[in-house]
């Protein structure tokens, strides 16, 4: 009973919600917390798929418990020991899980460090915009997020965009670096490697990649107007994509996603905004039950 | 932005790129103090310090070494570039782009919501 109902959590969790999440408005509509509910939805996929690991391991040193309890069910026979929490199993998961986090993290940081470090001595400093450019003609944006953040464009897209276009560029990079987005990605990304095939973790983790780029374009509308901004996203989108520059330098495999990101973007940018404030108890909610949920449902002891 | 060392190797490489052959230590000091005060021991310890990192090679002309950058600044450019425009998923996280690119096809949709975000922002 309780393995089934963790079995039926787990699917709705890691199959069913995230293909009906993908692309909802609503979560668009305060994308930093529907970032924070994407990853929140991982941890309680986790946790559930810890106790099931539990209970399948040691199935009769438990009593029903939790909203198990309240069905009927079959009474265990015999001498029943009573449902004792291992907390040392869960610091041993949760400390397992830090460490893998960590690591990847660690990753992430070496490649930024030495990204950086050659970016430094190679790059003009321009001092206008606050920037590190690159002298090469392909078109980019991209920043280096972390204590020493830089804010990298490339000559491409010095000439390519205007003034106000670059502006809103520039400050879609602050927003990444000032909201510490990083720090999102490194736990989505983190449930992907050790999940790869899971539709949670391959919808969760670009999701949230895209929904982070739509809090940056959030925090770069407080100084740009919305049409610098699409502007800006379609001239360095489409800027690669003219036949002939720099062939072959994205993967195929991840054009889809990515067109579908730029497209969605400059879309909800064409939605009217605002207004959504009530919805915010609602999102914190969810981000404090999901990873409770399945505790609470196989596991809390009941009066 | 740059600090300390950093900075100094930033101008140590400067200069031998722009130069275009190899330079003795001296010649690189000569050049930094004409903008500021810099101690001629500073200068070989960051250059040794870019003989580690493989930014510099260096071979003994008398009793000097003679420092050339191993990469043209171009090869360096183009290096970092790959590395911002790959999209491994592995390394993904570690640059954060403003945006990635679409094909040809994309791109007449992309536009028609352009023209709607202007429509709505002359609202």
Redesign the interface.
Known sequence: MTLALLGLYLAVTGVLLPRRMAGSARLQARPAAGAALWLALMASFLVALLLAAHHAVEPFAHEPAGLVGLFPHVEPTGPVTAHTHDWWLLAAAGTALAAVVAAVGVRAGRARRRHRALLDVVAVRDRRWGALVLEHAHPTVYCLPGRRSRVVLSRGALQLLDERQLAAAVAHEHGHIRGRHHLFRLPADTFALLLRPLPLARIGRSEVALLLEMAADDAALAQVSRTDLASALCSLAAGGATPGSAPGRTPGGALGVAATGVLARVRRLARPGGGQRRRQLAFRLGVVALPLLPYLLVCAPHP | ??RGF?EL??EI??RLWSWGRPAPVREVVDDLQRQRPVAYTTVTTVADILHT?G?LRRDKVGRAWVYEPTCT??E?????????????????????????????D??S???A??E??????TE
């Not at chain 2, 570039?81 to 790959?86: G, I, N, P, T, V």
Request: cysteine-free.
């Open positions: 932005m740059l950093g190797e930033a490489m400067d990192k930014w600044r171009e360096y450019t183009a290096g970092l570039m790959h590395q911002a425009l790959e999209t491994t998923p592995d390394r993904a996280g570690a640059l954060l782009h403003f945006v990635d690119r679409i094909s040809g994309e791109i949709a992309l536009l919501a352009l709607q975000v202007k429509a709505r922002d």
